[in-house]
């Protein structure tokens, strides 16, 4: 699975290096580091719906810590089966 995370002027001012460290650290703690490739992306073009991630080929928008579990839970652990 890749994870890309954009870092470009607007998804930074709302926060995304927060989200690109928590994604870190959940692939960390999940020992998934064979399982996602994660990356920044500078622009994936949603620039006024916040945080921007893109997983595999779904952009996934608006993300902020408070949502960062859910996205986790069920973008990234429920494809994986895990």
């Not at 960390?28 to 920044?40: F, K, M, P, R, V």
């Amino acid at each position: 699975m890749k994870i890309f995370v954009c870092v470009g002027s607007s998804c930074h001012l709302k926060g995304s290096y927060h989200i690109l460290e928590a994604f870190k650290q959940a692939v960390a703690d999940n020992h998934l580091e064979d399982d996602i490739t994660l990356s920044a992306a500078f622009c994936l073009g949603k620039c006024r719906d916040g945080v921007s991630i893109k997983i595999d080929e779904e952009i996934v928008t608006g993300l902020s810590l408070e949502t960062f579990p859910d996205v986790w839970q069920t973008k990234v652990l429920k494809p994986l089966g895990k």
